[in-house]
């Protein structure tokens, strides 16, 4: 099974890889939110192990950002912050499990084996997503129209897929600069009219019904029926 393991302390990092590595797991590394969500977007993890101290953003941003993405992958939270209502708020936000540091390796891989177990049990639903003629498919990425794949980058396909789970309900560009692009403060950007407007290219191509509607001064819709 591989995991990411997003960890900015060389020590922490190192130790929990090696033993996640003599415990079986395939494990990435990753030191920064932004390097965790590049890898998150191009491989398929069974699980993510996440702490919530990182340099560039807050743990449980990063979480947010990866869950509206589409990314299902179970989530084991390390961190400091021992508090009844620090640990409430990273399961809330969609942690799958918290586990305050100092820990011990014997509990980590229990709690972790115990995630993976539950994920196992999932349908095939967690994993593709249909809009009308639209699948995704999160374990290998990819996007298809009508049964034909949809050439799409890596941020595109995190689009798509958080405009397919909102389908047929309007989404601002601010909602999509944050949850899309992490951004909690909104700077004077077109990035979402960028994309938006190269994914439609992709989407709602000749002979294909627009599925993608813009809403002047608002935000965009995608149409579910």
């Known amino acids: 099974m591989r995991l990411l393991l997003v960890e900015d302390e060389p020590e922490i990092q190192s130790f929990v890889k090696q033993s996640l590595v003599e415990a079986g797991y395939e494990v990435d590394t990753a030191e920064s939110g932004?390097?965790?969500?590049?890898?998150?977007?191009?491989?398929?993890?069974?699980?993510?192990?996440?702490?919530?101290?990182?340099?560039?953003?807050?743990?449980?941003?990063?979480?947010?950002?990866?869950?509206?993405s589409g990314i299902s992958s179970p989530v084991l939270i390390l961190s400091a912050r021992r508090s009844?209502?620090?640990?409430?708020?990273?399961?809330?936000?969609?942690?799958?499990?918290?586990?305050?540091?100092?820990?011990?390796?014997?509990?980590?891989?229990?709690?972790?084996?115990?995630?993976?177990?539950?994920?196992?049990?999932?349908s095939e639903e967690a994993t593709r997503l249909r809009v009308l003629d639209l699948e995704l498919d999160f374990i290998s990425r990819r996007a298809s129209r009508g049964g034909e794949v949809l050439n799409l980058s890596p941020q595109e396909f995190v689009l798509l897929a958080y405009l397919c789970r909102h389908a047929g309900r309007v989404v601002t560009r601010s909602m999509l600069l944050s949850e899309v692009w992490g951004m909690r403060i909104q700077p004077n950007t077109n990035v979402v009219d960028v994309h938006v407007y190269r994914l439609r290219g992709k989407v709602d191509t000749e002979g294909h019904e627009p599925l993608i509607k813009t809403l002047r001064g608002i935000g965009y819709v995608l149409k579910d029926h």
């Open 34 to 68: 932004n390097a965790a969500i590049q890898l998150a977007s191009q491989y398929a993890y069974h699980g993510l192990i996440i702490d919530l101290g990182l340099p560039d953003q807050d743990g449980i941003d990063l979480i947010l950002q990866l869950r509206g």
């Open 84 to 122: 009844v209502d620090d640990r409430v708020k990273g399961l809330e936000q969609g942690g799958d499990d918290y586990l305050t540091k100092p820990f011990a390796v014997a509990e980590l891989l229990a709690r972790l084996r115990n995630l993976l177990r539950r994920n196992l049990a999932t």
